[in-house]
């Protein structure tokens, strides 16, 4: 299977920080691109992207897709203690989706 | 009403026996799988399973097999557990039906301890 890698694979920030995650894949023909937000049980899906430069925002969060070079990114502003957790995204091709290793967040009061 | 339920959620059984783990989805989805969580949180892709195709990850032992009766359900047993089992296993599904789109959805997970 095909990589994807996520950095960093740990961040500890405070309150108020904005925050930047990284997720890199090698292939190009895939459907989408999936992230997911992981606290103590089931990773819940926050967003998806298909098409290359276009933002997709939900409240703090937003993220964005560069098909050109293969990554893309999730950015959460203005953070707050409820946003630690493991974020996880996946490329999905098909059937299949393969996660990447996640970046643990840490925010602290 | 859960989307996607597993069960049991805890499990603990000694080295050597034999367990399963339930799933089952009323979205509608084609597809279903079973991702294995290890500590150092990497979810791992072990099957996918549609009415047409049964896809195994290679690098899964064969003490691991699917089951589905149907397109709701994919049961996953375990035959001679080993200590190396202990992790958590996800259900999940994705495809069409009443979420469409190519997202996939998790159950809550089983943690299975071998001891």
């Known amino acids: 299977?095909?990589?994807?890698?996520?950095?960093?694979?740990?961040?500890?920030?405070h309150e108020g920080d904005t925050v930047t995650l990284n997720c890199s894949y090698e292939v190009t023909n895939f459907r989408s691109l999936l992230w997911y937000k992981q606290e103590k049980k089931a990773p819940t899906f926050l967003f998806m992207l298909t098409s290359s430069g276009i933002e997709k925002k939900s409240g703090r969060l937003s993220s964005i897709l560069d098909k050109k070079e293969l990554f893309s990114i999730l950015n959460i502003?203005?953070?707050?203690?409820?946003?630690?957790?493991?974020?996880?995204?996946?490329?999905?091709?098909?059937?299949?989706?393969?996660?990447?290793?996640?970046?643990?967040?840490?925010?602290?009061? | 009403d859960t989307a996607v339920s597993q069960?049991?959620?805890?499990?603990?059984?000694?080295?050597?026996?034999?367990?399963?783990?339930?799933?089952?989805?009323?979205?509608?989805?084609?597809?279903?799988?079973?991702?294995?969580?290890?500590?150092?949180?990497?979810?791992?892709?072990?099957?996918?399973?549609?009415?047409?195709?049964?896809?195994?990850?290679?690098?899964?032992?064969?003490?691991?097999?699917?089951?589905?009766?149907?397109?709701?359900?994919?049961?996953?047993?375990?035959?001679?557990?080993?200590?190396?089992?202990s992790a958590v296993y996800f259900c999940a599904s994705s495809g069409t039906g009443h979420y469409s789109g190519n997202t996939i959805y998790f159950g809550e997970g089983s943690w299975l301890t071998v001891v």
């Open chain 2, 7 to 85: 069960t049991p959620k805890y499990l603990v059984t000694q080295m050597g026996n034999d367990k399963s783990i339930k799933c089952e989805q009323n979205l509608g989805h084609d597809t279903m799988y079973w991702y294995k969580q290890d500590s150092k949180k990497f979810l791992k892709i072990m099957f996918s399973y549609n009415n047409k195709e049964l896809i195994i990850n290679e690098t899964v032992p064969n003490r691991f097999s699917p089951k589905s009766p149907d397109k709701a359900h994919l049961n996953l047993h375990i035959n001679s557990l080993e200590l190396g089992d």
């Open chain 1, 77 to 109: 502003t203005a953070t707050q203690t409820g946003d630690s957790a493991i974020y996880l995204c996946a490329r999905g091709t098909g059937n299949q989706f393969y996660f990447g290793t996640g970046t643990s967040l840490t925010v602290i009061p």
């Open chain 1, 1 to 13: 299977e095909d990589k994807v890698v996520q950095s960093p694979l740990s961040l500890v920030v």
